[in-house]
């Protein structure tokens, strides 16, 4: 067994994935996470990631970089939103994206991802479904399904994906008529609209590889930016505003993981009980998604 394995997000720095063992987006981290077979997790990401790792490898160590490390869309829900929710459409399936605390976890039914959303809404027996926190991803998987769905709450967005602008893309459009345009479901709903492709973080770069169109403009965080062209050197790949950054996501950084292996931690904590609540609700979605593309 290794000492440790570092996993990261698609949206860290360039030089923390490349430091990294797996790179990967929500889906595809859950995944790993549960294989990993080492002492020590180093999670490059941000709280409610490391979060999750502690929560399906609970005979790991999972060690956060840096706690502080926060995102912002998760931490505009707490579980007492959720269960009044619930006292108010009590016939209603919450479905929450992994962006969310552990303890909004531990009160949902199911957990999805930006890769899985649609697939796992359409899934649910309720026609009417909680959804929380993202508003756009919320009002994107509405328009792929028959499901009511209702936004918990009502503003939760990404800080960083909802600041995307439709000036920002005609700029692009402008010095490249031609380009494809490819965007993250946390986008908003104007942006998705006027896509040619919507998709996860790793939809994003597999469309990359397989589109014919030479030219991309990118609706996501700057990170994966480097991955995409280094995974996909002869197409020209423009990120659609310089200013989709994630503060938190850029947090770590590689010297803060060769602390935290050095220090071995800090050690991610869930209480026990949170813990079952969230594991149940994880693995449920792993239940309800074969494994996606
Ligand atoms: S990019 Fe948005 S959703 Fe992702 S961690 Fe940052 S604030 Fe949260």
Redesign the pocket.
């Known amino acids: 067994m290794k000492e440790f394995v570092i996993l990261a997000?698609n949206?860290v720095r360039p030089e923390v994935q490349r430091m990294a063992d797996f790179v990967g987006d929500s889906l595809e981290l859950a995944r790993k996470v549960k294989e990993v077979d080492a002492e020590y997790i180093v999670f490059a990401?941000?709280d409610?990631?490391a979060e999750m790792a502690a929560i399906l490898n609970p005979d790991k160590k999972v060690i956060h970089p840096d706690p502080c490390s926060?995102?912002?869309?998760?931490a505009r829900i707490k579980a007492k939103d959720i269960l009044k929710a619930k006292e108010k459409y009590p016939d209603a399936e919450v479905v929450t994206y992994i962006?969310s605390s552990s303890e909004v976890k531990a009160v949902s039914d199911v957990i999805c991802t930006s890769a899985n959303a649609v697939k796992l809404v359409k899934s649910m027996k309720s026609n009417r479904i909680i959804f929380a926190p993202?508003k756009n991803l919320a009002h994107y998987v509405a328009t792929q399904t028959d499901k009511e769905i209702i936004p918990v709450p009502e503003n939760g967005?990404?800080?960083?994906?909802h600041a995307l602008t439709l000036e920002d893309i005609a700029r692009n459009l402008e010095g490249y008529p031609e380009a494809e345009v490819i965007v993250h479901p946390?986008c908003t709903p104007e942006i998705i609209k006027l896509a040619d492709f919507v998709g996860s973080t790793s939809a994003l770069i597999r469309h990359i590889k397989e589109t014919g169109a030479k030219t991309i403009i990118v609706g996501?965080?700057m990170g994966i930016i480097s991955r995409m062209k280094r995974e996909s050197p002869e197409k020209n790949i423009i990120p659609a505003s310089k200013y989709?950054v994630?503060?938190?996501?850029k947090m770590i950084t590689a010297e803060k993981v060769i602390k935290a292996m050095e220090q071995k931690g800090p050690i991610v904590h869930v209480d026990e009980n949170v813990c079952q609540g969230a594991r149940k609700a994880l693995e449920r979605m792993f239940e309800l998604s074969t494994p996606e593309r």
């Open positions: 997000h949206y990401g941000v409610f990631m926060k995102c912002a869309m998760a962006n993202d967005c990404c800080p960083v994906h946390e996501t965080e989709l994630c503060p938190d996501m």
